[in-house]
């Protein structure tokens, strides 16, 4: 505004200066050529000029005046931008002065850059647009997602039944093809997500079902019925999350308690950062298969129609609270408690809790209530790895027996990086313990065999052939800890490039002794010896292990090997007082995933 008033008082100097000096220069030029040609008086002549001489020069001081005070900038000349001068703190009578304002030359961009930019801005804003538009549009759309896989396995396997001709099975001395075909559908609409997963194959089961014998003597899939759904289940995703359906539950470090597929609901709340760290919690309802509701046509196995344990209402109700805390970097604390309440009765669905396929010798009488408390960690710190787990299992076996059992597992590995021809060079140790009864204890005393509630196949192995063909021989209420303690040394590495090899050995023996030949839980495991022998021992036998892992094309088809070899000990004694011959197997096959 100073600046505007400024100019236009100039103006009107200006043009007053032009109007009065205009005048007079050529009145001041004719007078004197007038008084030249008449010859006026010169005094009075001289006097007049002077006159007007002095309103010239008073004139011209006002504007030099006003030119210095305001101290006008010359006219910004075309192609510059004023730029303030930094300069020092003016003097304190001239505080209140305006800042000096200078010009740079303005170093921009030609026409020509300056329209690539302009078109690079509008691609940028429509392709933004466009993203944003089709976000929007998948809100609205069902997107499907097609996968499976498909492994076939070759399988060689020697004396798995350890010279035992009563637990003698056809595939405890033979070669052997199975294969498995697996296809995965999942649709995922805006939050919501829905998935089936079916199995097919020679040897399938249901996994809904009770086991009787031990898994791997029905291989991996022994067919029951033509469809198979391995999960079945609906999922939201937002602020918290819910499934509902058959899924697979993995609790702690996996394959101790729970894990596999169960019909179950599930709520998860993240509760983000907390002072003790990320904290996520979750509670589930699970309805627990296992139950048969007969064993007309299903015999102490391996034999028997399997029919018999589908489609039970088991009426047995599983709770499950669990909090994932991670305080750190690379480290998890999981801390649960899962209670189970069963509301059967003698008449219902036979849980088979003593695995002899009789429900009259411990019939059902509603005080199954089983509780577990349990604490695993696990931690991968670079170069170290490292898990553990605590579980302590009591409650009510039965109304005249009660629970008291436990189970500790511990296992760490350190990556050695690579070593000469080892090529990348590991090694760990794994231990573990599991409760189990003394042979003296009475009948009515409290139940020490530690137990799992339900466990798949895939269970925690410690064992190709031991912790698989001849323990873990039932998904409900079993598990491989059950009076076992062992000790195991692994060691892998990858001589040829991609080729994970992995070497291990174990030492086995039971918790508590037991009578020879009567295998670690006498009465409850389908492999034991034949010796009857009253001499207690502890010594299961131990094992080695060579497991090998390598792709064969893209990462999607994956070859592997497994063999084991075992040497059973005193618990598997013959008749004569001769320990059982060793046991091998191997099996060759590969896995193709799409």
Known sequence: MIKNKFSAKFIFVAVLLGIVLAPLSAYTEETKENLKAVSQPAEETQVYIQQLEKRISDLEAIVNTLLEEKKIPSPV????????????????????????????????RDEDARRRISELETWQKKLAAGEAKREEESRDKTIFTLSGKYKLRLNIKDNINLNNPG?????????????????????????????????????????????EGTLDRWSEFHTVNSALVRELYVQYTGDFIVKAGRQNV???????????????????YPFGKTPLGVLTGSLSYIAVAGGFRDFTDFGAGPAGDR???????????????????????????EPYVLKVFDRGRAGN??????????????PRDGDFQPLWTGLAISGDQKKVSYTADLIYLTDSYSGERDISAYAFLASGDYKFGDIGFLGRLSAGLE???????????????????????????????????????LRAGYFFWDSSLANVTFGRAVIGLEPVPELRTSLAFTKYWTTEAVFK??????????????????????????GLD??????????????????????????????DGQKADPASKIVIGAEFEF
């Open 546 to 575: 060579l497991d090998l892992s390598f792709p064969i094309y893209k990462n999607r088809l994956t070859g592997f090997s497994e063999a084991g070899y075992f040497v059973p000990g005193a618990v598997y004694q013959q008749a």
């Open 167 to 211: 637990q003698k099975w056809t595939y405890d001395n033979t070669t052997y093809f199975d294969q498995r075909f697996q296809l995965r559908l999942e649709a995922e609409h805006g939050p919501l997500t829905g998935v089936v997963v079916f199995d097919k194959g020679n040897f399938v089961f249901d996994w809904k079902e009770d086991s």
């Open 431 to 469: 231990a573990g313990l599991g409760s189990g009864n003394e042979t003296d204890d009475p009948s009515d005393s409290d139940y020490k065999n530690f137990r799992g509630l339900f466990l798949c196949k895939d269970r925690r192995k410690f064992g190709n052939i031991f912790s698989e063909d």
């Open 517 to 542: 030949g009567q295998g670690p839980v006498p009465g409850i495991d389908w492999s034991r010896g034949t010796s009857l022998s009253t001499e207690k021992t502890k010594e299961i036998g131990w």
């Open 307 to 333: 029919s018999a344990v589908m489609g039970v209402a088991n009426k047995l109700d599983g709770y499950l609270l669990s909090i994932n805390l991670k305080p750190a970097k690379g480290l998890s604390i």
């Open 77 to 108: 000349p075309s192609g510059e931008v004023p730029k303030e001068k930094p300069e020092a703190p003016p003097a304190v009578e001239d505080e209140w002065a305006e800042p000096v304002v200078e010009t740079t030359p303005v170093k921009g």
């Open 250 to 268: 993995m609790l702690g470090n996996e394959g101790i308690v729970l894990e596999g597929p169960v019909d179950a609901f599930k709520v998860s």
């Open 349 to 362: 669905s036979d849980l088979n809790l003593d695995k002899d396929f009789n429900a009259g010798t411990t």
